[in-house]
C-alpha cells in the first residue's frame, strides 16, 4: 500500500520557522522524483520545491527561494521542507508529491499539512 504522509504543518508568526516531514512506504523511494507543492484558499495548487532522486539536484519557486531548503533521507524514505523566514502568503496547505524517474504517471499524493503564518 502506497503511503505518503505529511507531518510538520502548524501555526507560526511571520518570520518563523516550520519543518515538514513526508514519510513514504509502498514503492522504491529512491527512484522517486520528490516534490512539494502548495495551495492557498482560492488558488491554484504550485509547485514550491523539486528534488531529484540522488538529492544533488534541486529547484525552487522564485516565491520561496533562499528561504525553503528541501532535502532527503533515502534511508528513511523521507523528504523534507525546511521553511524559514515565513510570511502570512506562505499559508497553504503543503503536499507531498513524487513520481517515478521511470514513468512519470506512476505517481502519488499526500493527504497534505495546513501551514499557518499569522501573528
Known amino acids: 500500500q502506497v503511503q505518503l504522509v505529511e507531518s510538520g504543518g502548524g501555526l507560526v508568526q511571520p518570520g518563523g520557522s516550520l519543518r515538514l516531514s513526508c514519510a513514504a512506504s509502498?514503492?522504491?523511494?529512491?527512484?522517486?522524483?520528490m516534490n512539494w507543492y502548495r495551495q492557498a484558499p482560492g488558488k491554484k495548487r504550485e509547485l514550491v520545491a523539486t528534488?531529484?532522486?540522488?538529492?544533488?539536484?534541486?529547484n525552487y519557486a522564485g516565491s520561496v527561494q533562499g528561504r525553503f531548503t528541501i532535502s532527503r533521507d533515502n534511508a528513511k524514505n523521507t523528504v523534507y521542507l525546511q521553511m524559514n523566514s515565513l510570511k502570512s502568503e506562505d499559508t497553504a496547505v503543503y503536499y507531498c508529491?513524487?513520481?517515478?524517474?521511470?514513468?512519470?504517471?506512476?505517481?502519488?499524493w499526500g493527504q497534505g499539512t495546513q501551514v499557518t503564518v499569522s501573528s
Open positions: 528534488i531529484r532522486t540522488a538529492g544533488g539536484t534541486t
Open positions: 508529491h513524487g513520481y517515478s524517474v521511470y514513468d512519470s504517471r506512476d505517481a502519488y
Open positions: 509502498g514503492f522504491t523511494f529512491g527512484s522517486y522524483v
